[in-house]
C-alpha cells in the first residue's frame, strides 16, 4: 500500500501563490505516476496535473498556466506550485498515486489539503 500526506495548504490572497507537498511512503517502488486533484464544495473531483516517474507532466487543459507540478523522486515527493491565485480555485487539493501491485493497478488518495482564496 501507499500513504500520501499533503502539506502546504491555507489561507491566501487572490494573485497570491501557494506550494503544495505531498509525501508518499510505504510500497514506494510500485508507484508508476501521482498527480493533483481538486474539489470544490458542490462540484465532482477535477484532476489538475499529473506526472511520471521519468517527470513527463500532464495538465488538464483548464489548468495549464499557473500550475506546476514536480516531483522528487529521492525524497518520494510530489509538489504543485500554484501562482495567480483566483477565488474560483478554493478547493481541497489531494495527491493521488497510481501504483502497480503484482498484476493489479491501484490508485492511491492522500486526505486532501484545504486551499482558500480570499480577501
Known amino acids: 500500500q501507499v500513504q500520501l500526506v499533503e502539506s502546504g495548504g491555507g489561507l491566501v490572497q487572490p494573485g497570491g501563490s501557494l506550494r503544495l507537498s505531498c509525501a508518499a511512503s510505504?510500497?514506494?517502488?510500485?508507484?508508476?505516476?501521482m498527480a493533483w486533484h481538486r474539489q470544490s464544495p458542490g462540484k465532482a473531483r477535477e484532476m489538475i496535473a499529473s506526472i511520471s516517474n521519468d517527470g513527463n507532466a500532464v495538465y488538464a487543459d483548464s489548468m495549464k498556466g499557473r500550475f506546476t507540478i514536480s516531483r522528487d523522486n529521492a525524497k518520494n515527493m510530489v509538489s504543485l506550485q500554484m501562482v495567480e491565485l483566483k477565488p474560483e480555485d478554493t478547493a481541497v487539493y489531494y495527491c493521488?498515486?497510481?501504483?502497480?501491485?503484482?498484476?493489479?493497478?491501484?490508485?492511491?488518495w492522500g486526505q486532501g489539503t484545504q486551499v482558500t482564496v480570499s480577501t
Open positions: 510505504g510500497s514506494i517502488l510500485s508507484i508508476r505516476a
Open positions: 493521488y498515486s497510481r501504483a502497480v501491485e503484482g498484476d493489479v493497478s491501484r490508485g492511491y
